[in-house]
């Protein structure tokens, strides 16, 4: 089993930045690929980030490209997701998702395991 629990959002202005965290639990860590998902309201939820289980390969959503940066810490079994130059769309709940062996990206079907999400508000 593996648990997921996130934290650092809020409610920034437009070209803010912040960082969420994702903390987890579970001694294999290491197998699984680590991915942020984001679901506004009245939508379905959709792939923002991922790393690779290996640590090598990050994939990112088109509309992130270039402002987000996933990111992991091993030793405190944590995985990040910096966001810079927020725009109003990127409001939503932002979801900590986990999946063995996953590589830099995949559909929110394929995630074996999730957190309970943390709202972020980019006002304008």
């Known amino acids: 089993q593996v648990q997921l629990v996130e934290s650092g959002g809020g409610l920034v202005q437009a070209g803010g930045s912040l960082r969420l965290s994702c903390a987890t639990s579970?001694?294999?860590?290491?197998?699984?690929?680590m991915g942020w998902f984001r679901q506004a309201p009245g939508k379905e939820r959709e792939f923002v980030a991922a790393l690779s289980w290996s640590g090598v390969s990050t994939g990112y959503a088109d509309s992130v490209k270039g402002r987000f940066t996933i990111s992991r810490n091993n030793a405190k079994n944590t995985v990040y997701l910096q966001m810079n130059l927020l725009k109003p769309e990127d409001t939503a709940v932002y979801y900590c998702?986990?999946?063995?062996?996953?590589?830099?990206?995949?559909?929110?079907?394929?995630?074996?395991?999730w957190g309970q999400g943390t709202q972020v508000t980019v006002s304008s």
């Open positions: 579970g001694r294999t860590f290491s197998s699984y690929a």
């Open positions: 998702a986990a999946r063995q062996y996953g590589g830099s990206r995949w559909s929110q079907h394929e995630s074996s395991y």
